[in-house]
């Protein structure tokens, strides 16, 4: 079964980076596309990005497009988010799941904070 676990956040100020990894077990990735989706306190969980099986250029939510950039490795199993110009209203906590979502492949995410 796979699993998927996010890591890399943290606290960073306004205008840092980031890179969130989502690394999974189980089964092979790039039998999936992956997503990026993200929950602020008091919202509704929503996406952030997503890529193909095979990789290649990713789709953004508006909100995120040019900051940041999403990719694969599927030799290591990895989806990875490099967030860039950090915002505060970027503060969340970061889940990857497959695209379309799986109810059995949310993880515990990983928070992070944009705050000076």
């Known amino acids: 079964q796979l699993q998927l676990v996010e890591s890399g956040g943290g606290l960073v100020q306004p205008g840092g980076s980031l890179t969130l990894s989502c690394a999974a077990s189980g089964a092979a990735l790039d039998y999936y596309g992956i997503g990026w989706f993200r929950q602020a306190p008091g919202k509704e969980r929503e996406g952030v990005s997503c890529?193909?099986?095979?990789?290649?250029?990713?789709i953004y939510a508006d909100s995120v497009k040019g900051r940041f950039t999403i990719a694969r490795d599927n030799a290591k199993n990895t989806v990875f988010l490099q967030m860039n110009s950090l915002k505060p209203e970027d503060t969340a906590v970061y889940y990857c799941?497959?695209?379309?979502?799986?109810?059995?492949?949310w993880g515990q995410g990983t928070q992070v904070t944009v705050s000076s």
């Open positions: 890529i193909s099986s095979s990789g290649g250029s990713g």
């Open positions: 799941n497959t695209v379309p979502t799986t109810n059995d492949y």
